[in-house]
């Protein structure tokens, strides 16, 4: 079964249909992060028509500001979402700086109930790397996913060390500083996504949608890089997908279905 760890299904508006029958026909199992609460409330929706989908709850550090004193609001659905994300920082591409201490509030609401609740967490780190690090060591998060990761070297490496999982996208197509850290990421701590269907699009400039399959291209050139082979990279990545949701009393059904 192939893995597509960050996903924003609620996005395909007309072309759902067609995302959701390449999700069963190739069996793509699919983290559907969400980016609010409407988000959320879609996902949970579309989760219906898969047993493959598995919707999650988060506030995007993008739409933080909107929730940052409506924290009470959200508790609910925290309580719900069977993992969390997407959540984070970025510093990075959200240039409002007035908008980071509602970032952090609302990312350590998250962390907090993450922890309380034993929910492994979707985190975007974009130029928070650093910071996103030290609250999960505080929180003593050990099942986190770290999305797209981009920055520097060095907090990689100390991220790998605490133990940090990776998800790789499409950007591998393309960087060769995302084909280095592709490389570095150890095998135990590998993970594939597409962060479709905008990820292409925002990488290509062009206005591609990026359907389930793309994840296909992502394993592909996982293997080529880590010189192994398709076959091996999908389960490599099953395994840990499996180990990561593994005792999670949420995700029952994730384990009935492997
Ligand atoms: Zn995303």
Redesign the pocket.
Known sequence: MLIDA???LDKYGDLLDQALEQIEKEQIFTVA?A?DVPSYLELKEIAKRSSLVLPTFGI?PRRAAEYADRLQEIAPHIESSAAIG?IGLDFHWVKDTSSYPAQRKVLEYFIAAAREQNKFVNL?TKAGEKEILDLLEKYDIRRAII??YSGPMDILKEMIDYGCYFTIGVEVLYSDYIKSIAKVVPDHLLLTET?NPG?LRWLKKNDEVGMPTAIKDVVNALAELRRSTVESMELLVYANFVRLVANDPKLQQLRANS
């Open positions: 960050h996903v924003h992060t980016m995007h997407e975007h999305h797209w962060d990820a």
